[in-house]
């Protein structure tokens, strides 16, 4: 496919996939959203490229943005980490960037990485690492695929930058928590560089696509479109497990993790209950105390008259809500894909099960 | 004797007053149309209940208003700010008013400038403050706007660059200068900070006006008493307070209904359903006060990060016109005749079928002529009509509720009549004889607060000494609000845990609340 950008007009309907993608968490996507408007304003639609379409050697710019969500929202990018990044990346590995792509498709950093490729006046392609969003930075289809996430490059709004190697993807990750904390809990980062003949044959190619679809169908249910709660559901493959309505949220945090569940009872027969529970994003829907949807499948919460996509923030009691079971990228449900990313990954003495139950 | 408290609340239908002596007891009220120009509906409905009172024994005023809600929502009286974001070198990604609707950001933009500055998450420079740049951003916005916002990054958890900066601008400019301070007017989330200073800013006219004008109400009246009006939450801002910010009062109508309410009722924990002309809101009071909203609230379009309570409205009201039958849809609504129910509802000789005459017919109301309606709807109609009522509320009632626990329902405002005294779910419909002006009492009883909201580090000092000091500085806040010190008690304490933090960090927010202070002595003028 060629032609295709990311417009002023796509934005809404990315930020509602990115919602959908991001199962709760993520990071809200508002500042991600104005920041990314702005940069279209100002250097024009982003062009969206495959990366078989792109120069097999090109070096391709992974990013994200890093840090606690409630940082975030205070101090947010000045828009020059991203040259700072590539420039360490370029001026390390001698070759030229030649696009930008996001390292997850849920939450903010679907649509940061669109608003970077504008500001380095580069394309975006349209694949990311999970098609969907996970708290930790070695949790990735490439990591599985034996890919490094090093070199990594982290830059903060002040010009400082890290670039370092770590031995592997797990090691990565607490490295960059260290650095993060002392840029003042907010960086942009860069992790696995890699080719575009890489990211064609490894990554998963079209996830951005995919958001936008998503959120294309969230929208038509919003506007009260006919048969539009279908229409989404059939394109992601998924189903509901549950409607119901929100009895209780609880939220803390240990260790570093925003942890939580959400209870729901059903809305047609009050002794079904649902519990959802969330390390950042939503990991496992228990009813009745029995699995039917476990990470790394995906579960997105959604108002059933509304059809507004749920962060865990703005969970509400009384909220009317579908729990949506969305089958994760195939390349999860597979004993390695599982032992990185399964239930037991998240602490949880429990097998993944496939979406809907073991019936 | 300065016992008598006077609450007044202006909403888009109506102008409410009442007069609440030293032991909250109603001594009257008077319910009349909202004016075109406000004040005139302030000035008669001031007139109206001091008429049946001793006026030397009112101490103080109240006043909730949708005046600021309005003047944003109709671009009218909106003055021209300064922006002034100190953030650089962080920042620069997103420029002030970038997300607001263009009209009125064309309205409002003045001077924008981002400087060097703002604090990091645990209170250490970004960068020292550029005096330079303030005060080269102070002569350039001279005879160009009416008002500054200054908004620092972290400002809520240090606000020395935000001070700062206020004090190098009043010295270009004069000490008289509005400069709003983001740290004033809004916690974390700088965006939603600046865009509430901005829009306080842009208020300031608005600010004044209301209350020069309860001031001059008052004068007329020779009436000696001081003014307050009703914030966001339900508590107090002293008139000089409130010209300052303005931002404030702009959600307080639902709130002081609810406040009303819990106080007529004596109910703690309840539901309170306010059927107004056109609408009903639907909220849940827990200890005394609205739950609140956990989504951010937007105010003309502009997001802010205001709580303001979590209500369901719905377009069902004494005034709301009955619907063709046809068998789907609503039966009534969302179309409503409005304040101007005296005059086209059947039972007052109108041709136009309402909510109320259906009410009356069905005999849960009795005002009007129930022949005059009864020459027009059937008895089919008005049954299906007021089963279609029920089950509107009964579902209202059942999604505000958090659990399946029955609770009271409190039915307030002119409307309250359509709901049923039985409704599933709930334990008990409570009604007030007062409750058609449970919105002005809610401001006639309202009490004085102070908050705080900073992000603390727990590993620096222990998380109680944390907890100790942030409850230690609302309740100094709620003081100087003029909360009697005796009385004054903490009633929020939210900890928001921050993920990717290292050690124990959280966002800390406190409110403390406690009754005014009663008046000893006569402020100079």
């Not at chain 2, 039972?347 to 005002?367: E, K, N, Q, Y």
């Not at chain 2, 620096?460 to 005796?486: F, M, Y």
Request: with cysteine.
């Amino acid at each position: 496919m060629t032609g295709r950008a990311i417009g002023l007009d796509d934005i809404e309907d990315l930020a509602l996939g990115a919602v959908v993608l991001g199962t709760g968490g993520g990071g809200d996507p508002y500042v991600a959203k104005i920041m990314l408007a702005e940069a279209i304003e100002k250097y024009g639609p982003v062009p969206l490229v495959d990366a078989a379409d792109l120069d097999p050697d090109g070096l391709l710019l992974p990013v994200a943005m890093v840090g606690a969500p409630t940082v975030i929202v205070e101090k947010f990018p000045n828009g020059n980490e991203a040259h700072t990044v590539l420039r360490a990346l370029e001026e390390h590995r001698g070759d030229k960037g030649v696009a930008v792509m996001p390292i997850e498709v849920g939450g903010m950093n679907t649509l940061f990485p669109i608003a970077v490729a504008a500001e380095l006046g580069l394309p975006c392609v349209d694949a990311d690492s999970m098609r969907r969003a996970f708290p930790q930075i070695e949790m990735t289809l490439l990591t599985l695929d034996g890919i490094s996430s090093s070199p990594m490059t982290l830059a903060d709004v002040k010009g400082n930058y890290v670039y370092f190697d770590a031995q592997d993807n797990a090691t990565g990750e607490k490295l960059v928590r260290a650095c993060v904390a002392q840029m003042g809990m907010i960086a942009v980062m860069s992790a696995y560089p890699m080719t575009a003949a890489q990211c064609a044959r490894h990554a998963v190619n079209g996830s951005v696509t995919f958001a936008l679809e998503i959120g294309r169908r969230v929208n038509a249910i919003q506007q009260g479109k006919p048969g539009a709660y279908d229409e989404f559901l059939t394109f992601c493959e998924a189903q509901i497990l549950f409607t119901g309505k929100v009895l209780d949220i609880e939220r803390h945090t240990t260790a570093g993790w925003a942890r939580g569940t959400v209870t729901l009872e059903h809305l047609d027969d009050r002794s079904r209950v649902m519990r959802v529970d969330i390390q950042n994003e939503n990991l496992i829907a228990f009813e009745d105390g029995v699995p039917l949807a476990t990470v790394p499948d995906l579960i997105t919460l959604m108002d059933i008259e509304t059809g507004v996509p749920m962060t865990t923030e703005s969970l509400g009691f009384g909220q009317r809500l579908h729990v949506i079971g969305m089958p994760a990228h195939p390349r999860w449900i597979t004993p390695d894909g599982l032992a990185l990313a399964g239930p037991r990954a998240f602490g949880y003495d429990l097998d993944y099960v496939p979406l809907g139950g073991a019936r | 004797m300065t016992a008598l408290r006077v609450g007044l609340d202006v909403g888009g239908t109506n102008t409410d007053a009442v007069v609440v002596d030293e032991a909250g007891e109603v001594l009257t009220w008077h319910k009349s149309a909202t004016t075109p120009d406000v004040l005139d509906g302030i000035r008669s409905a001031l007139a109206a209940v001091l008429a049946d009172v001793d006026r030397e024994a009112v101490g103080q005023v109240m006043l909730g208003t949708t005046h600021p809600v309005n003047a944003l929502i109709r671009r009218r009286g909106l003055a021209r700010v300064g922006i002034l974001r100190i953030a650089a070198p962080a920042t620069l990604s997103i420029s002030p008013l970038s997300s607001w609707p263009r009209d009125l950001a064309a309205l409002v933009r003045g001077q924008v400038e981002i400087i060097r500055g703002g604090h990091e998450y645990e209170g250490t420079e970004i960068s020292p403050l550029d005096e330079d740049a303030t005060a080269a951003f102070a002569r350039d916005c001279r005879d160009r706007v009416d008002a500054i916002a200054v908004t620092g990054v972290t400002s809520p958890a240090n606000p020395d660059h935000e001070l700062r900066a206020r004090a190098i601008i009043t010295e270009i400019l004069g000490d008289d200068f509005p400069v709003t301070l983001g740290h004033e007017v809004g916690g974390l989330g700088l965006l939603e900070r600046e865009n509430s200073a901005v829009l306080n800013g842009a208020l300031r006219f608005v600010g004044l006006e209301i209350v020069h004008g309860l001031e001059s109400a008052l004068a007329a009246e020779q009436l000696d008493a001081d003014i307050y009006l009703t914030q966001n939450d339900g508590t107090l801002l002293a008139a000089a307070e409130a010209a300052r910010r303005p931002i404030m009062t702009i959600g307080s109508g639902p709130t002081n209904s609810m406040r009303g309410a819990a106080y007529l009722s004596g109910l703690t924990d309840a539901i309170v359903m306010d059927v107004g002309g056109t609408s009903t809101d639907v909220g849940l009071l827990i200890d005394s006060f609205p739950r609140e909203s956990a989504l951010a609230v937007e105010i003309g379009g502009v997001r802010t990060n205001y709580r303001m309570p979590d209500l369901i409205s719905v377009g069902l009201g004494g005034g709301s016109i009955l619907r063709p039958v046809d068998g789907t849809g609503p039966a009534a609504g969302p179309d409503s005749v409005g304040h101007e129910i005296n005059r086209h509802a059947l039972i007052f000789g109108g041709g136009t079928p309402t909510l109320s005459d259906v009410s009356v017919m069905s005999g849960r109301a009795d005002f009007g002529d129930i022949r005059l309606a009864e020459k027009v709807l059937d008895a089919g109609r008005v049954s299906e009509t007021i089963s279609w009522v029920d089950d509107r509320i009964q579902l209202l009632a059942d999604r505000i509720k958090a659990a399946h626990v029955d609770l009271p329902l409190i039915a307030v405002g002119g409307g309250a009549h359509l709901v049923p005294d039985r409704v599933e779910g709930v334990s008990e419909v409570v009604r007030h004889r007062f409750g058609g002006v449970a919105n002005a009492i809610g401001a006639a009883i309202a009490e004085a607060s102070g908050s705080v909201d900073r992000s603390m580090r727990y590993d620096d000092s222990s998380r109680e000494e944390c907890l100790a000091e942030a409850s230690a500085a609302a309740i100094d806040a709620a003081i100087h609000a003029g909360a009697d010190p005796a009385n004054t008690r903490i009633t929020t304490v939210n900890e928001i845990p921050m993920a990717y933090m290292p050690g124990n960090s959280a966002r800390v927010q406190v409110k403390a609340v406690g009754p005014l202070l009663a008046r000893t002595t006569t402020a100079s003028k």
